[in-house]
Nanobody, 114 residues
Framework: QVQLVESGGGLVQAGGSLRLSCAASGIIFSRNVMGWYRQAPGKQRELVAAITTEGTTSYVDSVKGRFTISRDNPKNTVYLQMNSLKPEDTAVYYC????????WGKGTLVTVSS
């Protein structure tokens, strides 16, 4: 049974930082492209950051220079370090694992107050 479990969300003031974690089980973690998506109220889910099996990273323009995605294959965990948070970063953040099949976590809420 595949599980992606996000943690680390919460309430933070603008300018603050949070680190999200996603622990994966039931998949060969090192062979999956891992991503973080977010969905704000009334908006479509968008890809925030992704990291390939080789460690190549990519980011949506709005978070470049502020967010960093990383992975720890022995721990089957992907992280999203979020710095200089803005109110517009408020959303539910979802972990995503993609290889042949795509899996999703249930999400963790990040709220950034102004």
């Amino acid at each position: 049974q595949v599980q992606l479990v996000e943690s680390g969300g919460g309430l933070v003031q603008a300018g603050g930082s949070l680190r999200l974690s996603c622990a994966a089980s039931g998949i060969i973690f090192s062979r999956n492209v891992m991503g973080w998506y977010r969905q704000a109220p009334g908006k479509q889910r968008e890809l925030v950051a992704a990291i390939t099996t080789e460690g190549t990273t990519s980011y949506v323009d709005s978070v470049k220079g502020r967010f960093t995605i990383s992975r720890d294959n022995p721990k089957n965990t992907v992280y999203l370090q979020m710095n200089s948070l803005k109110p517009e970063d408020t959303a539910v953040y979802y972990c995503n694992a993609r290889r042949i099949v795509t899996y999703w976590g249930k999400g963790t809420l990040v709220t950034v107050s102004s």
